[in-house]
């Protein structure tokens, strides 16, 4: 689903429909306005990318790659001492 929606955004990138338009709204070019209203497209389409796990998915993160949950991934483990640390997998002190 996502490889089309990101493809369509691509393609409407740059604003075509006002290639040569002089008009100027807001003392910006109309076309600078299409830019900062498809950045924010992008943005929200990108969060819900994110949000709906496909990120995890695309980049071999969570159970299919590890054998276990995303959760229990980054859940809480207790230490020798009994204290409760978080995983720190892959981070570098």
């Known amino acids: 689903m996502w490889v089309p929606v990101f ?3 691509v393609a409407f990138a740059v604003p075509w429909p006002l290639w040569g338009v ?3 709204v807001a003392g910006l070019p109309v076309w600078i306005w299409w830019h900062i209203a498809w ?3 992008c943005t929200a389409l990108f969060s ?3 949000q ?3 990120w995890e ?3 071999g993160i969570g159970s299919e790659a590890t054998g276990e949950s995303v959760e229990a991934a980054s859940a809480a483990t207790t230490d020798t001492r009994g204290a409760e640390t978080t995983d720190t997998r892959g981070d570098r002190r």
């Open 7 to 9: 493809a369509t955004l």
């Open 22 to 24: 002089d008009r100027v």
């Open 39 to 41: 950045l924010g497209l």
């Open 48 to 50: 819900r990318f994110v």
């Open 52 to 54: 709906s796990g496909a």
């Open 57 to 59: 998915r695309g980049m």
